[in-house]
Structures are given as structure tokens and as C-alpha cells.
């Protein structure tokens, strides 16, 4: 257990619905990062927040995704109109900054658009 | 564009046997390497980290190799034990201030008994 929380764990849905996950990292990270993992491949980077700030969006969220760090602690991400193409692991890290900013990583939410 | 590309992608070995993956990258600027071991449906988990003084770091039987004029890293593994079975994912950050993290595809390791 890394101390960064994630959920749910796993998420079915039907295409067309939207979706929310949370992320809650480990209290004292000022910066949260959001990646989006397929099957068999490494993890792709989506964004990241500098406290509440979203300071930088992949090209990989389109319109339908957004994400918020309203108090600049917990995160949500959410997907409008789910496309099968969404289907994939969504992971979150936090990390403190600094010279190695290590990112810790969540278990990740499975989502499983039918 | 920043690339990290990992060798073998997958492996099979013999419990107690030593293994070495391999991870070759081509980020710029540098700032550093890391392994992570990623298990089935879970989130990675952070083995070493390496900036671009250091040439080898261990943690236990991992131990992380590094060499920066060559854009080269390895893992070795020694004594494994079946539930080094995971996926090792090598990931480099380059220095844009953002950190952000390029990953590789990750070599997906079996040990058998």
C-alpha cells in the first residue's frame, strides 16, 4: 500500500454514460498526476495539478475528460459519453516535488466500457 | 520525441535462477531512471531511482544499473522467488520542471517453479 487510494476499483458502464473516479493521495503531495494504462502497455500520461492547479493537459484528454483538485487534496476525473475506446486502467500518483519526485502510485480504477 | 523502449518484452524462468532486463531510452534533458514492478491489476510500485551521477543503485535482490552516455539501464535480478512474477517497467523523467514521465511497454516476467 503506497497511501494513495483510488475509486472505485474496478468500473463497468455502458457506452454513452459518463463516469467519475476519485483519487485521494497521500496529505502532504502538493502535486497529483493522472494516467490512463492499456493492456500490455506502460502507462500515458493524461495531467497533472500543482495543488488545485491543472498545469498540464495530455493531447490524449479529449473534451469528453475533465479533472478537478478542487482543495488542491483529493482529485476527480471524469468521463463524458464513454466510448469503448475508453476501456483501460486509470491510475493517479502524487508525489512532493523535488530533486527525484518520486510519484507514488494508486491501484489504479479498472473501467470496462461495454 | 522522448522514448523509452524495454527488452525482452517477456520472460520465463526457473525459480531461484538470476535474470537481467534491459531498457534503453532516449529522453531529453535527463533528470532520472526508474524501475517499477507492476503487478497484475495493480499500480506500479517504485524499485530504484537513479539520477545521472549514479551508475547502479539496489534495493534487496534488484539491483539498477545506469549508464548515461550510452542511454542504457538494466535490472538484475537475483535468487528470483515466485512472486517477483510482475511486469518491470522502466520509466525516465525528463528535467521540464513538470517532471513528467516517459514509460516504457515494460518486460513481463514469469517465474515457474
Known amino acids: 500500500d503506497t497511501g494513495v487510494s483510488q475509486d472505485p476499483r474496478h468500473k463497468i458502464t455502458k457506452r454513452g454514460q459518463n463516469v467519475t473516479f476519485r483519487c485521494d493521495p497521500i496529505s502532504e503531495h502538493n502535486r497529483l498526476y493522472w494516467y490512463r494504462q492499456t493492456l500490455g502497455q506502460g502507462p500515458e500520461f493524461l495531467t497533472y495539478f500543482q495543488n488545485e492547479a491543472q498545469l498540464e493537459k495530455s493531447r490524449l484528454l479529449s473534451d469528453r475528460f475533465s479533472a478537478e483538485r478542487p482543495k488542491g487534496s483529493f482529485s476527480t476525473l471524469e468521463i463524458q459519453r464513454t466510448e469503448q475506446g475508453d476501456s483501460a486502467m486509470y491510475l493517479c500518483?502524487?508525489?512532493?516535488?523535488?530533486?527525484?519526485?518520486?510519484?507514488?502510485f494508486g491501484p489504479g480504477t479498472r473501467l470496462t466500457v461495454l | 520525441k522522448n522514448q523509452v523502449e524495454q527488452s525482452p518484452q517477456s520472460l520465463i524462468i526457473l525459480e531461484g535462477k538470476n535474470c537481467t532486463l534491459q531498457?534503453?531510452?532516449?529522453?531529453?534533458?535527463?533528470?532520472?531512471l526508474r524501475w517499477y514492478k507492476q503487478d497484475t491489476g495493480r499500480g506500479p510500485v517504485s524499485l530504484t531511482i537513479m539520477t545521472f551521477s549514479e551508475n547502479t543503485k539496489s534495493n534487496g535482490r534488484y539491483t539498477a544499473t545506469l549508464d548515461a552516455d550510452t542511454k542504457q539501464s538494466s535490472l538484475h535480478i537475483t535468487a528470483s522467488q515466485l512472486s517477483d512474477s510482475a511486469s518491470y517497467i522502466c520509466?525516465?523523467?525528463?528535467?521540464?520542471?513538470?517532471?513528467?514521465?516517459?514509460f516504457g511497454t515494460g518486460t513481463r516476467l514469469t517465474i515457474i517453479p
Open positions: 500518483a502524487s508525489s512532493l516535488g523535488g530533486a527525484d519526485n518520486e510519484q507514488f
Open positions: 531498457c534503453n531510452y532516449t529522453v531529453s534533458p535527463f533528470s532520472n
Open positions: 520509466v525516465v523523467s525528463a528535467n521540464f520542471g513538470n517532471e513528467k514521465l516517459t
